[in-house]
C-alpha cells in the first residue's frame, strides 16, 4: 500500500539578515496510512520546521528550495495558495504545541470550531454545523457540550484547550493529523489523557499522524515508528521496537541515556549530551553530531555520511556503522551489549 505522506530530499531555508538558516536539509521520509511516525530531537533540529514545510506555513522568509512532498501520490510542492488553503484542515490537520496561543481569546470555542466546518464544508447550515461541534465536543470527552459551546478559552483548563484543538483538526476527517508537541505544556495527568484520546480518535477513524516531540517517552507510547532529526538532518529512522532495543547512532542513544530511569539507582545521574547544536546558517560539511559524538573519527567532520542499513525498515546515517570503520572504540562492532 503506497503511504499516505511521502517526503523526499525536502530542504527548506529561512533568509535572515544574518544570512540564509538552512533549517532543513534534505529529510525523507514516509507516514504509512492509519499508523504514526513519531519525529524526535532537540529544539532547533528541524521538526516543527518539516511539518510546516508540509503545509507551506513557512512565511515571509520560508521557502523550500527543493525536494518533494506528496500527500496520497498529489505533489504539494507546486500547489498555489488558494490550494493549499482547501488542503489545510480538510486533508491534512495540525495541532500546534501551545492551544492558547492557537485560539482566538474574543471567539466562543465552539464558534472557533465551527469556523473550520464553515471554511471547508460550505453545504453545512448554521444549525447543522452547531450540531457537528457539539458531536465533536463529545467525541474528544469535554463535558457538557452545549454549556462549553459558547465558553471563551480563558475559562478552560490546559488539557480541554487542547481538547479543542484535536476537535479542530479533526472538523473534516483528515487523511494527516501532524501533531506538534501538543502534550509539552500539560502535566503528566493530562498528557496521558490527549495521547489516550489520540490513539482512540486515529484507530475510530483510520488516521495517520505525524507527532512531533523530544519526549521520547511519548513515543513509545504513541508511534509505530520514529525518525530522528539532527542539525536539519534525519539521522536514524526505524520501528519503535528496534530504535528502543538497539539504537544505532550516537545521537539517538545519547538521547536514550538522558531519559530517566524509576528503576536505577536514584544517586546516579543523567548523561546529558554535551555541546550545543551546529550553527544552521553555517552547518557543517560533515556530520552536524561530529562536535558532540564520543566516537567521533576524522572522516565524520570532513565528509557527510550515507545512509546505512542496519536492519528491516531501519537505517543510520553514521560513518561508524560503514564496514571498513575500525572495530576499536566501535560501540556498534562490540556486540548488542555496548551499543545500549
Not at 82 to 89: K, V
Amino acid at each position: 500500500m503506497e503511504p499516505i505522506l511521502q517526503v523526499r530530499d525536502l530542504r527548506t531555508s529561512f533568509l535572515t539578515s544574518n544570512g540564509e538558516v538552512q533549517a532543513v536539509r534534505g529529510v525523507s521520509f514516509d507516514v504509512e496510512k492509519g499508523k504514526t511516525l513519531g519525529i524526535v530531537g532537540e529544539s532547533g533540529s528541524g521538526k516543527s520546521v518539516t511539518s510546516l514545510s508540509i503545509l507551506k506555513l513557512l512565511g515571509s522568509t520560508g521557502r523550500i528550495t527543493s525536494g518533494s512532498i506528496r500527500l496520497g501520490g498529489e505533489e504539494l510542492t507546486r500547489k498555489s495558495r488558494r490550494e493549499m488553503r482547501a488542503i489545510r484542515g480538510g486533508r491534512i490537520a495540525m495541532i500546534f504545541q501551545d492551544p492558547m496561543t492557537s485560539l482566538n481569546p474574543l471567539i466562543p470555542m465552539g464558534d472557533q470550531v465551527g469556523e473550520m466546518l464553515w471554511a471547508h464544508r460550505k453545504d453545512m447550515t448554521k444549525a447543522q454545523r452547531r450540531e457537528k461541534v457539539l458531536e465533536l465536543f463529545r467525541t474528544v470527552r469535554i463535558p457538557e457540550p452545549e454549556k462549553r459551546f459558547k465558553s471563551y478559552p480563558h475559562e478552560f483548563s490546559g488539557g480541554m484547550r487542547q481538547r479543542v484543538m484535536i476537535a479542530m483538526a479533526l472538523a473534516c476527517r483528515p487523511e494527516l493529523l501532524i501533531a506538534d508537541e501538543p502534550t509539552t505544556a500539560l502535566d503528566v495527568s493530562i498528557q496521558d489523557q490527549i495521547l489516550k484520546l489520540m490513539r482512540a480518535l486515529q484507530k475510530e477513524m483510520d488516521m495517520s499522524i505525524m507527532f512531533i516531540t523530544h519526549d521520547l517517552g511519548v513515543v513509545a507510547e504513541l508511534c509505530d515508528r520514529v525518525a530522528v532529526m539532527y542539525g536539519g538532518l534525519l539521522m536514524e529512522e526505524a520501528d519503535i521496537v528496534d530504535i528502543f532495543e538497539r539504537p544505532m547512532h550516537p545521537y539517538t542513544m545519547g538521547l536514550m541515556a538522558s531519559i530517566p530511569d524509576m528503576h536505577q539507582d536514584k544517586r546516579k545521574k543523567l548523561q546529558p549530551i554535551p555541546g550545543s547544536p551546529p550553527d544552521m546558517i553555517h552547518p557543517p560539511k560533515g556530520c552536524p553530531f561530529a562536535p558532540r559524538c564520543p566516537y567521533a573519527m576524522r572522516i565524520c567532520a570532513e565528509e557527510l555520511p550515507p545512509y546505512v542499513a542496519t536492519g528491516e525498515r531501519r537505517r543510520s546515517m553514521c560513518w561508524l556503522l560503514d564496514p571498513e570503520a575500525p572495530a576499536q572504540g566501535n560501540p556498534f562492532k562490540q556486540g548488542k551489549e555496548a551499543a545500549v
